[in-house]
């Protein structure tokens, strides 16, 4: 696997550099996950590339049928071939005891399908779409892929998770305003058994409240069969309203939650990582001045 050296230079998000690397690449394969920032990707290595780029969608059993469906549209939408494979997530003991760098074993399960399928394709690059922004958080994921020789362009030129959506909004991209999303294993705290049964739960769960018109939506699954419900701040008023809040209610408890919560902070990405500590952190966590 050919790995692009990364350059991190900061306050740079230029488009052109960004195109012409992609077009050095020849041939480019790109981890397509639906989301804003792999989208974005895509559209690039379609424009620059044709057929010589391929999205590759890895399914499991984290992943929600409404994202599935989703990539299905995106691809047709920004023209670039694209492949599906399966993988099960829950066939790894290691991920579904979920430890606290759970997602390293599940990046690190993708990273080899998709070094198969590019491999087949005769494809020596792959591409994801983490972003500098992704440099904050807690993401032992994105060690699983610097260590499968994984390219990711947007942190060597410098694009934030804004300028992705800016760079989204150029290109007319119907996802350009789509909020953020993670599979469904980001629902558990780390150390709850993850099973078919609590994923499908937990779906079920955030369909039904997205529907009632909520445009950011997380149930966290915690211990005992407890929901703690995020939406946006200023969404938290139509939540509590009886109406609203009732058939919430009726249909967690449906699926099997026993007690039904709201976070009154309301929405925030990783809100599972605030109880780790630095030294769990450490060994998975990529500084923001690291090229390795």
Known sequence: MLLIPVLLV????????????IRNSEKLLVAFSGGLDSAVIAKLAAD??????????????????AELDECKRLVK????????VKRSD?????FTKNPVNRCYYCRSGIADMLKAVAAENGIKIIADGANSTDL?????GLKAFEEAGIWHPFIEFGFHKSDVRDLARKLD????????????????????????AKL??????E?????????QVRVRHLKDNVARIEVLKDELANLIKPSIRDLVLKHLKELGFRYVTIDLEGYRSGSMNLNLSEKDKLPWQKSRNSTD
């Open 10 to 21: 900061e306050n740079m998000a230029d488009e052109e550099p960004l195109r012409a690397a």
């Open 48 to 65: 620059e590339l044709g057929d010589n780029a391929l999205a590759v969608t890895v399914d499991s059993e984290t992943m929600p049928r």
């Open 77 to 84: 939408e920004v023209g670039i071939r694209h492949h599906i």
């Open 90 to 94: 829950l066939a790894d003991e290691s």
């Open 136 to 140: 904050d958080d807690f993401r032992p």
């Open 173 to 196: 991209l119907s996802i350009k305003d789509k909020p953020s999303m993670a599979c469904l294993a980001s629902r558990f705290p780390y150390h709850e058994i993850i099973t078919e």
């Open 200 to 205: 499908r739960r937990v779906e079920s769960a």
């Open 207 to 215: 369909n039904f409240i997205k529907n009632l018109n909520f445009s």
